[in-house]
T-cell receptor
Framework: GQQVMQIPQYQHVQEGEDFTTYCNSS?????IQWYKQRPGGHPVFLIQ?????EVKKQKRLTFQFGEAKKNSSLHITATQTTDVGTYFC???????????FGAGTILRVKS | EPEVTQTPSHQVTQMGQEVILRCVPI?????FYWYRQILGQKVEFLVS????????KSEIFDDQFSVERPDGSNFTLKIRSTKLEDSAMYFC?????????????FGSGTQLSVL
């Protein structure tokens, strides 16, 4: 079935530093979604990328979808303590009836 | 913003007992899902439900599990005979269109502890 590899597993940064998480698939994706889960919380949708080479921004967050639609990244500029949580990428399953989540990247921010 | 609601927030049960986890999806959504997350691990798909039937299920969703939409608003997950390894956070989610193409709205989860 559809799978996506996500790295790194964990990142601990100083407040103000940048952060990036990457997702890679062996197959071409129709789209990719990103979610954030705060500690003790539930996954919350951030964005969906559909087009090859697409770049979208949400304030300090920049999302990219690769030209081949096999990889994606989430970059946070100048992290803040409010950015703490786990960031997941998610892709549609083979039959389109589910969303398959990557393993997630845990972000910790030292103030 | 509309919300998915789940009850209870915590459930403690003895091994071998049956549990029912309840969810109220967003009212105009058509697709419903159960996911689970063992502490510190990834969010794992269990089952998707559309038009009053299961549309896809994972290997985790064996004969001990069942889902039901008993009325126009509730969506339930039943575990018939709980095992220790069923201890996890269970998230209900819903979407307007099929989950592969549409964002999911998650509930706050039910933390299930099997003793």
């Amino acid at each position: 079935g559809q799978q996506v590899m996500q790295i790194p597993q964990y990142q601990h940064v100083q407040e103000g530093e940048d952060f990036t998480t990457y997702c890679n698939s062996s197959t071409t994706l129709s789209n990719i979604q990103w979610y954030k889960q705060r500690p003790g919380g539930h996954p919350v949708f951030l964005i969906q990328l559909v087009k090859s080479g697409e770049v979208k921004k949400q304030k300090r967050l920049t999302f990219q979808f690769g030209e081949a639609k096999k990889n994606s990244s989430l970059h946070i500029t100048a992290t803040q303590t409010t950015d703490v949580g786990t960031y997941f990428c998610a892709v549609g399953g083979e039959y389109g009836n589910k969303l398959v989540f990557g393993a997630g990247t845990i972000l910790r921010v030292k103030s | 913003e509309p919300e998915v609601t789940q009850t209870p927030s915590h459930q403690v049960t003895q091994m071998g007992q049956e549990v029912i986890l309840r969810c109220v999806p967003i009212s105009n959504h058509l697709y419903f899902y159960w996911y689970r997350q063992i502490l510190g691990q990834k969010v794992e798909f269990l089952v998707s439900f559309y038009n009053n039937e299961i549309s896809e299920k994972s290997e985790i969703f064996d004969d001990q599990f069942s889902v039901e939409r008993p009325d126009g608003s509730n969506f339930t997950l039943k575990i018939r005979s709980t095992k220790l390894e069923d201890s996890a956070m269970y998230f209900c989610a819903s979407s307007l269109l099929t989950g592969g193409d549409e964002k999911l709205f998650f509930g706050s989860g039910t933390q299930l502890s099997v003793l």
